[in-house]
């Protein structure tokens, strides 16, 4: 007997692309299954514990949000015990009244090549604040960068409902070593919004952002040809002045 390869996903009925002798789904948003896979690995990064493939295929449970939708009620009818019901509610409630940092729920739902490592290198006020340039001089790759921002694009909704329960964590990994440089900005910037965002960032970097130059201050950020009362207490004293990207490159 021939055995026929399958040319349609049996979760969603979409048709599947053959690469490499492999078949793939490319149905990625309303596919069920890897919606569920998602969503398991979301709960396991942020050690939101009972909630396997199993349990999230009888809890009907398959977008990010579901989780903030929960209740003991919905579970009983689906066949949970109240017991089991009140359990894994609570895993969710205490979880999110925890607070969450945005960097590792970006990491946690499953954007390619965006992973833990280079969101521990980004730094930003908000996930709508995030920039290519930004990910770019953070040292995430074009692909990665690109990836994080098409899903950012894609999900505002989501990134929306998950907001209320963000928190700022300042624990990202210094990538440049600062040998002491302490920096100010002044004027506007080529690649972040507004200054707040880029002393955030040279923050992640390890280095030290006073609001205004002074004694400690070893350099000065300025981008666009300033010549205010910063940049002229740069140069009396000493201080260079270079741009950001000259910054890292020191």
Known sequence: MKILAPITCPSCNSDLERVNDQLFCRNS????????????????KLKMKGFGEATLDKAELTKFNDLLELVPEDLVTRGFS???SSKLYDVVTTRVDQGISPNDFLAAVSIPLVGDGAMRKLAFDTIEAITYDMCILSGIGDKAAKNLLEWIDANADTISRWSVYFKTIKNQT???????YVISITGKLNDFKNRSEAGLFLESQ???????????????ICEDGTTGSSYKKAITNGIPVLTIKELLEE
């Open 29 to 44: 948003t309303d596919c069920p299954a890897q919606s569920t896979k998602r969503l398991q690995s979301f709960c396991k």
């Open 82 to 84: 109240p017991h089991m």
């Open 174 to 180: 210094s990538k440049v070593p600062t040998n002491g």
């Open 206 to 220: 390890g280095f030290e952002v006073k609001s205004s130059v002074t004694k400690a201050v070893t350099h000065l």
